[in-house]
């Protein structure tokens, strides 16, 4: 099976910084877009940051714009999100996710949740005092 394996989420100070990796299993990343969302309790799920298939092209969330990002390391089939300045609103279950885009065009975030087809299991982010 396709999967992801994430690391990285825990708790962390509001102001701090955290880094989420997430190492995909079963493909190759090189013909992949990925991105990064995120659920708190009682909201629906919502796209963060994504990154094109040779990473010529990324896309971030207004509320995340200057704060995080993200990056790929296609040898290691893995992609990174560095979150700073992190406050409590960030605070969710961080997913990523695969789709198939073979192709230097940006990522979609916005409603996309249902195009990205392969998924990881979530990594818990606590931003708290």
């Known amino acids: 099976q396709l999967q992801f394996a994430e690391s990285g989420g825990g708790l962390v100070q509001p102001g701090g910084s955290l880094r989420l990796s997430c190492t995909a299993s079963g493909f190759i990343l090189d013909y992949y877009a990925v991105g990064w969302f995120r659920q708190a309790p009682g909201k629906e799920r919502e796209g963060v940051a994504c990154i094109n298939y040779n990473g010529s092209k990324t896309n971030y969330a207004e509320l995340v714009k200057g704060r995080f990002t993200i990056s790929g390391e296609n040898l290691k089939n893995t992609v990174h999100l560095e979150m700073n300045s992190l406050n409590p609103e960030d605070t969710a279950v961080y997913y990523c996710?695969?789709?198939?885009?073979?192709?230097?065009?940006?990522?979609?975030?916005?409603?996309?949740?249902?195009?990205?087809?392969?998924w990881g299991q979530g990594t818990q982010v606590t931003v708290s005092s």
């Open positions: 996710a695969a789709m198939y885009a073979p192709y230097p065009a940006t990522c979609p975030l916005l409603g996309a949740t249902d195009r990205y087809r392969y």
